[in-house]
């Protein structure tokens, strides 16, 4: 009964996301505010109705309903809670309805919070949101419908794959969503901007707080997929390249290029056009990511051929937005205003290479990625294209963008000056060499590229943190006089500050573990003894046991530094028990300098085990570095002057103090 | 990435590993994901589940997470053995889902890794090697594609892509390098649905002031002068 009370309520939403994609859009064109104002309820109504039907299939997951086909397919009735939650949005059908539920959400937040939106901007904004939520509404409903009953019930479910259980990826694909849709908002703005003709600074004021918003969820997001890569999949890799990272990465790259030539739009109305080219290239990725991960086309064209049916869907709505998308940027662009002028040496300046370079990059993963399926469809010839290649033509794009990033905040707006820059930078680029002079100086082996990008990574830092400084005038002014020069800094300038400085901390991470990972493959019976990186692992014991769904059979492994005992480490492997499937456990020894992690493999012919065990330096640099970015953009966000709402308020306390 | 099969070592899972000769046909019929083979199992989940679930695909194969190179099929020379490494890594796993066969512990990558050894011990380049390879299976084995007519367009993306920006944003900083008075109104002048009204001006006018209001005194920012 609750599930086809959710079915009903996701039907629902549907019909009144059709009205709410026609009716304020008409009101708008009107001028009506009586149809206008349909589009805010319409809005909120859609949220509560896809809330029930996400609701009640939460509840078939939690009791365990398994007269729903699609809670048989992915849960298990001796799951713990939390993965039972999880495993709703675990799987496709229930993914997708996640999926709508944030479009829903973002809708409804425009139409609670955007009261000092102009009406005619909030109609279009709220009509273009109610079209995405319809047409993925419609693909649920037609393709993917996760209310379907199964009767007779089956006893139990088939279970969620036991590498799925785990607490960072029960919260990854939320987040990751949240990111994608996120950018939706950024794309409606853009539309209603080109129907009306016109943007101007408080259309980028009202674009920015949501675009960082869905940048903080996909960096969160990215870096806990990754993080659970690496300790989870067991061999210590955290970034592959694949094609479907890739979709993620990309919407990524260019949402990190939209929020700065926002930032010039809202400061100095320049970029305007760009700006909104950038809006409808990030939320079109984030479509074209839905599309190649939904349509299995990655797989092969023939895995999309056999089973047409979700692919050409989701194809569909991906034509209809971002083909109507551009057209319409084709034929209203040249309306829009362009403001400020400035030098190529200024914020702005600096802003400008940030996006070519960005986009650069992103156009680089997107070609390296679909260049395959098209070649394949084009000529039959079957190329790979694969980590080697993006490390060879991407990489090389990031370094220039790393080293002009400290730059670009000591630069002023319309003209700067690059000399006066550099040299307030030059302690930070000091530092920067006296890392990287003394890694290639201690560290013989790896790349030269590495002690290159480390120095470059500790620039970046530095500088980041000098910026604050310098604007605190920290050795230049007495100490209570930077102290309030410091906290009078807006929030945004920290928030800048923290995420380059993890941009930095990041690539540090990167490299030395790209570059100086230690990896050491080897048999060893009980009592036998292996060195790395310092580490002696002896080879203590094995067990075997029996965890709640699983059985194990777990290595002791005892670890000595210089004679003496640092820890235990006890790698595993289990079966479990539905579905049948075989999982590793790394054993992980965290710490600053870098993770020793130990994965047991097969048992060998004469006794022991196949070991494999890696030095990983710096490694968790690269998640530290993705939340300090997370945290940076939380900052900036509550700074007042982004927030939501913020001139009337604003306006208010200053009527209240005089 | 994954390598091996712990618990099921030797990777054979009936149905789910096929020979190459049928790389093309891996996927199952409604099998909405790539790489259902033992191969890449982790690999594909991890995929799947950067997006979506994953119980379709793990309902359909038992994947496990492995250890691919396993200690007996290492050289004993270490220089031969470190270049083996680094060929195995451009090297791809032909029934895997874009997984390199030094991280694949599917039976294909492992003979691989076998050919890729014997060809080096016997003296072989490290092109020879994948000359050698992709005689037998085509360009589809390397990961980093060769530089030809077919692969042209993706190997110069980043240098056309830079070249088209540049071209586009050079001139128009030239442009406006120039000083306001010959610029202003030029491109600027809009029509009279793109002005703003008067009520929106003093919209603008306030924001603009708050903005002024709240910038540290190191930037100068441009807008209407605030209001006394």
């Known amino acids: 009964m609750i599930i086809e009370f959710g079915h009903f309520a996701l039907v629902l939403a549907v019909l009144v996301a059709f009205l709410q994609t026609a009716v304020p859009a008409y009101g708008a064109y009107r001028t009506d505010s009586r149809f206008m104002d349909f589009g805010a309820s319409a809005a909120v109504s859609q949220f509560f109705l896809i809330a029930i039907a996400f609701v009640a299939l939460t509840h078939a997951y939690i009791v365990s309903d398994f007269s729903v086909a699609n809670v048989v397919a992915n849960s298990h009735s001796t799951k713990p809670l939390i993965y039972r939650i999880s495993g709703v949005w675990g799987n496709h059908e229930g993914s997708m309805l996640l999926w709508i539920l944030i479009v829903a959400l973002f809708g409804a937040a425009v139409a609670l919070f955007g009261s000092n939106l102009p009406a005619t901007l909030k109609a279009y904004v709220l009509s273009v949101q109610g079209a995405i939520g319809l047409a993925f509404g419609l693909f649920i409903i037609f393709t993917s419908n996760p209310f379907e009953r199964l009767d007779p019930a089956p006893f139990d479910g088939r279970g969620l794959n036991p590498i799925l259980q785990d607490p960072a990826l029960a919260f990854h694909p939320p987040f990751l969503y949240a990111g994608y849709v996120g950018f939706s908002m950024a794309f409606s703005f853009a539309i209603a901007a080109l129907i009306e003709g016109r943007t101007d600074a408080a259309w980028a004021r009202w674009v920015r707080p949501w675009t960082l918003a869905a940048w903080m969820c996909l960096t969160l997001g990215i870096a806990m997929g990754s993080w659970w890569a690496y300790y989870e999949l067991g061999w210590g890799g955290w970034w592959f390249w694949d094609p479907v990272e890739n979709a993620s990465f990309m919407p990524w790259l260019a949402g990190t290029a939209l929020l700065h030539s926002a930032l010039v739009m809202e400061k100095r109305e320049a970029l305007k056009v760009w700006t909104i080219l950038l809006a409808i290239l990030t939320f079109s990725l984030s479509l074209m990511g839905a599309f190649l991960v939904r349509s299995g086309v990655l797989t092969s064209v023939h895995a999309f051929a056999v089973d047409p049916e979700r692919g050409t869907f989701i194809l569909g709505i991906m034509f209809l937005f971002i083909g109507g998308a551009l057209v319409l940027f084709a034929l209203r662009a040249g309306e829009l205003r362009q403001g400020g002028i400035f030098s190529p040496i200024s914020r702005e300046g600096s802003l400008v290479l940030n996006n070519i370079l960005l986009t650069v990059g992103c156009a680089t993963v997107l070609v390296g990625t679909l260049y395959p399926l098209g070649l394949e469809a084009m000529t039959g010839d079957k190329i790979s294209v694969g980590a080697p290649f993006f490390n060879m033509t991407y990489v090389p794009l990031m370094l220039p963008l790393l080293f002009a990033m400290p730059f670009g905040p000591f630069l002023a707006w319309k003209r700067g000056d690059l000399l006066g820059v550099a040299q307030r930078l030059s302690v930070a680029a000091l530092v920067g060499i006296v890392v990287m002079v003394g890694i290639a100086a201690n560290v013989q082996r790896g790349p030269w590229l590495a002690p290159f990008a480390i120095g470059l990574g500790a620039f970046v830092m530095t500088g980041a943190v000098w910026e604050i400084a310098y604007r605190a005038k920290v050795g230049n002014a007495s100490l209570p006089e930077v102290w309030r020069r410091a906290r009078n800094l807006p929030r945004s300038v920290y928030g800048t500050t923290l995420a380059h400085f993890g941009v930095g901390l990041a690539v540090i991470g990167i490299a030395a573990t790209s570059a100086y990972r230690v990896e050491t493959i080897v048999a060893l019976k009980q009592g036998e003894s292996v060195e790395t990186a310092g580490y002696t692992l002896t080879f203590k014991d094995s067990t075997q046991g029996r965890g709640p769904n699983y059985k194990e059979d777990t290595v002791i492994l005892d670890v000595t530094r210089g004679g003496e005992h640092v820890t235990t480490l006890t790698p595993s492997k289990r079966l479990y028990d539905a579905p049948p499937q075989p999982t590793t456990e790394a054993g992980i020894l965290a710490s600053w300098r870098g993770d020793l992690y130990s994965v047991v493999g097969d048992a060998q012919d004469g006794g022991g085990y196949a070991f494999r065990v890696y030095f990983n330096p710096l490694v968790r640099f690269i998640w530290l570095g993705a939340l300090i970015m997370f945290i940076g953009g939380g900052i900036s966000l509550s700074d007042r002057r982004l927030r939501v709402g913020a001139p009337v308020r604003g306006r208010r306390k200053q009527v209240a103090a005089a | ?228």
């Open chain 2, 1 to 228: 990435m994954s390598g091996n099969e712990f618990l099921q070592s030797g990777g054979h899972l009936p149905g789910k590993v096929r020979s190459n000769d049928d790389a093309h046909f891996i996927t199952p019929a409604r099998l909405p994901l790539i790489g259902a083979f033992g191969c890449g199992a982790g690999r594909v989940l991890h995929m799947v589940l950067l997006v979506l679930g994953a119980l379709i695909v793990a309902a359909l194969l038992h994947s496990s997470p492995a250890s691919a190179l396993s200690p007996d099929e290492q050289l004993k020379n270490q220089t031969l053995e470190h270049r083996a490494r680094e060929l195995s890594a451009e090297l791809r796993c032909l029934v895997c889902q874009n997984q390199s066969i030094d991280d694949s512990d599917a039976p294909l990558a492992k003979d691989l890794r076998r050919i890729v050894r014997e060809r080096i011990v016997a003296g072989d380049t490290n092109t020879q090697v994948k000359t050698f390879l992709v005689e037998r299976y085509g360009d589809f084995v390397l990961l980093k594609p060769p530089f030809n007519l077919h692969t042209l367009l993706l190997w110069l993306t980043p240098a056309l892509v830079l070249g088209a920006t540049l071209l586009y944003v050079v001139p128009a900083m030239r442009r406006s390098a120039r000083p306001l008075s010959e610029t202003a109104g030029g491109e600027g002048a809009g029509s009279d649905a793109t002005r703003l009204s008067a009520q929106e001006e003093a919209r603008l006018a306030e924001l603009m002031m708050e903005r002024d209001a709240a910038l540290p005194a190191t930037i100068t920012a441009p807008g209407p002068p605030a209001k006394q």
